[in-house]
């Protein structure tokens, strides 16, 4: 490239830039800021060479963008949660490092060489398959989220957790290479009449479940790696079942067997580990897709505005595990009048979807709100109406909009509108 048209260049991004400014995008005059006029320490010196860090973590100033535990949410951390920093991030890819991790008998340390995965049950031939067996299958890449059926659970009954990492945190989102469970099942020769799989992992918990057949054979992928890397070891590495648009229970980890089956496993660890109470005092049963929700992640409690009046960019993540989001509306006054947020791009099925609402804000009090719809037409409930039907005993499966208090000192608390 000349001289020439890298300044056209350069030229054209200024005035780019400068169009933004008069849209009202929050920029100063460039005098009098010595950040931007005089030399720094950061220009004067050199900085690290090439091998300082040969696999890199985020940059000291970012520590604050962690996965967090809520202590008394549970006894031990070898049984428990914890929550994405979600308020932090943009985009949709999770980074493995602080996506949340659920476990019921703490992450187990394992090398891929140690790793088997047997399938047996009402199969031709039961088979072991070893890490470097599961290589040699054609390979499938996907961008799913992942969702515990308890993310929003402390939320039933009131107002309670103080962000949308603790009231939403219990999501990831990633890209997935491995192998189709279609592939691995025709492989063994699985017995068409067969109506469920039964599947465990290699850990002392084991995180027992039965799928329907129906699924199995549909979207459920044998993973490997995830955002191009192999499994983080909480993830379940080397190892996990991809189970799209349903409950992250399911997801097994340090996948150890696939037992094909006729009718569900009965024991409690089966076919509907987690019911949900229903307001008449009655459960329901096989509740595994997770319906379309969505979250505002900033302004939020923990990302407080930090700036005046004028522009502001409202954000957030949307989800539906029944296909892809097709619209997100947000509301500043807790639901009375709704605006049309921009997806950052066109909603992926069961992946995470970001939208963006830059708008002006006048420095009043706002009750933010979002309100996602998906392709099945499907609309995210109001707290009041979920409560209608699942009463306030409920723990799992809560998609219903969040609203956020955010004040004119830009700070922003949880809270329920009626
Ligand atoms: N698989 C095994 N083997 N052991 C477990 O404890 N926890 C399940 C599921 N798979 C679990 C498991 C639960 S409840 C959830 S929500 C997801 O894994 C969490 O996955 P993550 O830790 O990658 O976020
Ligand atoms: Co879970």
């Not at 000291?60 to 979600?86: C, H, K, M, Q």
């Not at 189970?243 to 409690?268: T, Y």
């Not at 909603?347 to 099945?376: H, I, N, P, S, V």
């Amino acid at each position: 490239m000349s001289d020439n048209t890298t300044r056209r260049g350069l030229l054209k991004g200024g005035l780019a830039a400068g169009a933004g400014l008069a849209m009202g995008g929050g920029a100063a005059r460039a005098e009098g800021d010595p950040l931007i006029t005089e030399v720094q320490p950061w220009a004067s010196g050199l900085g690290d060479g090439v091998d300082a860090t040969p696999y890199g973590l985020p940059i000291e100033y970012e520590a604050d963008v962690i996965r967090r535990n809520v202590p008394w949410l549970t006894a031990d951390t070898i049984s428990s949660i914890n929550f994405t920093p979600i308020h932090a991030l943009d985009g949709t890819i999770t980074p493995q490092g602080c996506a949340f991790e659920r476990h019921h008998s703490g992450a187990i340390e394992m090398r891929k060489e140690d790793y088997r995965l047997m399938i047996n049950g009402m199969v031709e031939t039961p088979l072991v398959f070893t890490y470097a067996d599961l290589e040699r299958f054609p390979r499938e890449n996907r961008v799913y989220f992942l969702e515990c059926a308890a993310n929003t659970g402390m939320e039933w009954a009131g107002a309670q957790l103080n962000g949308a990492q603790f009231t939403h945190g219990m999501i990831h989102n990633m890209e997935y290479s491995g192998v189709s469970l279609r592939t691995l099942l025709e492989e063994a020769g699985y017995d068409t009449s067969a109506t469920w799989i039964y599947v465990e992992g290699h850990d002392a918990s084991s995180n027992g479940r039965s799928i329907p057949m129906e699924k199995a054979l549909d979207d459920v992928l044998v993973a490997f790696k995830a955002n191009g890397e192999a499994l983080r070891m909480e993830h379940g590495y080397p190892v996990r079942l991809v189970v799209p648009g349903w409950e992250g229970n399911m997801w097994v980890k340090w996948l150890r067997r696939i037992e094909v089956r006729q009718g569900p496993v009965e024991s409690r660890e089966e076919t509907s580990k987690y019911t949900d109470t229903l307001a008449d005092g009655t459960s329901r049963k096989w509740t595994w897709v997770m319906d379309a929700k969505s979250i505002i992640t900033s302004p939020s409690p923990q990302s407080p505005i930090t700036h005046g009046p004028g522009p502001l960019v409202i954000t957030g993540l949307a989800w539906s595990g029944r296909g892809a989001i097709t619209r997100v509306d947000v509301s500043k006054d807790g639901g009375k009048s709704w605006e049309t947020a921009r997806l950052a791009k066109p909603g992926e099925t069961k992946a995470l979807t970001r939208f963006y609402l830059d708008t002006d804000w006048d420095g009043g009090e706002m009750l933010l709100q979002a309100r996602a719809m998906d392709e099945t037409g499907y609309v995210q409930p109001t707290k009041q109406q979920l409560r209608e039907i699942r009463g306030e005993n409920s723990i799992y499966h809560n998609n219903c909009i969040q609203t956020w208090w955010v004040q004119p000192n830009g700070e922003a608390e949880n809270v329920e509108v009626s």
